[in-house]
């Protein structure tokens, strides 16, 4: 039996399609494999708020505080299934500003980096690939002055997060530094590795 073109041609589409079929049953296995989660990596933005001791002096001026927008660089460390160990850098994009008789007055917001531990207080499972967790717990970070000198202030922090898949994260949350009376908002994206 002699093999013409058109069998070569047939083989290969053969070959093509028995691999295509592998490489989709190989990729549901996967799928359905849970990987180890070790860290999450996130990006997101944060509002600054001014503190409490300022915010008095200014309201005797009739001034009106305008929250510091910053990004915020943040990872996640997994060593336990209920212990997380956050690392943060929060990088201002402008300066703080007031209004203090119909003037606006600029002073220097300063970047701090930080770490602690969070603990997750709870899980819900929205659906069968999300949930919804909720993690609080103290932090220290690393505030850089204006004189370039390091402040070390405690923090208290917290963030409801959502994750979808095994991979994708959206969070929101909320920090409160004791040291110097200033409360923070944070949110963003991130993706769990």
Not at 59 to 66: G, K, L, M, P, Y
Not at 90 to 107: A, D, R
Not at 159 to 183: A, Q
């Amino acid at each position: 039996m002699k093999k013409t073109p058109q069998f070569y041609k047939a083989k290969f589409f053969y070959i093509v399609i028995l691999l295509f079929f592998s490489s989709i049953t190989r990729g549901n296995e996967a799928d359905t494999v849970k990987k180890n989660q070790l860290f999450e990596l996130s990006f997101g933005q944060s509002l600054l708020f001014i503190s409490d001791s300022k915010v008095a002096n200014l309201r005797n001026r009739e001034a009106v505080i305008i929250p510091t927008n910053a990004i915020l660089f943040f990872a996640e460390f997994f060593p336990q299934k209920k212990i997380r160990i956050p690392v943060f850098f929060n990088l201002p994009t402008e300066t703080k500003q007031f209004l203090i008789n119909n003037l606006l007055v600029n002073e220097r917001a300063n970047p701090s980096f930080g770490f602690g531990i969070e603990y997750n207080v709870f899980q819900i499972k929205l659906d069968s690939k999300s949930k919804l967790e909720f993690e609080i717990g103290p932090l220290a970070t690393f505030v850089i002055d204006k004189n370039n000198t390091i402040r070390v202030l405690p923090i208290l922090a917290g963030r409801l997060r959502i994750m979808r898949g095994e991979d994708f994260v959206m969070y929101i949350g909320t920090s409160y530094s004791v040291g110097i009376n200033s409360w923070g908002l944070l949110y963003g994206t991130g993706t769990v590795f």
